[in-house]
């Protein structure tokens, strides 16, 4: 009898630790929706690109073939993405070729 007013006691003691830590948490989680996650990885794609090509703006040959080097990369990457379809692809493909 003794062990378990001990045991419920214990019980209560406990939850009332998980509601005071679960409430006192200041972590807030951020979800994106598809278009922002969508957005951010074109952004960064675009960034890379940029950040690739700014060094061969002399070179429009060098340029070119590494431009369509990392087209292919990012097209690779991409097609293994669970956000975009094939028509999705190919319009952010073209997207990064205009830039």
């Known amino acids: 009898m003794d062990s378990e007013i001990i045991y419920s006691a214990l ?11 679960t409430m006192r948490s200041n972590v807030v989680e951020i979800v994106q929706s598809k278009e922002e996650k969508r957005a951010d990885i ?4 675009k960034q890379e690109l940029k950040v690739a090509l700014d060094p061969l703006e002399d070179d429009e040959q060098a340029r070119v073939a590494k431009k369509s080097e990392m087209l292919k ?17 190919r319009e ?6 205009a830039s």
């Open 11 to 21: 019980g209560i003691v406990i939850f009332i630790i998980i509601v005071v830590i």
């Open 42 to 45: 074109i952004n960064g794609y």
């Open 73 to 89: 990369k990012f097209s690779g990457e991409l097609s293994l993405n669970i956000f975009f379809d094939k028509d999705e692809l």
């Open 92 to 97: 952010i493909i073209l997207e990064l070729s």
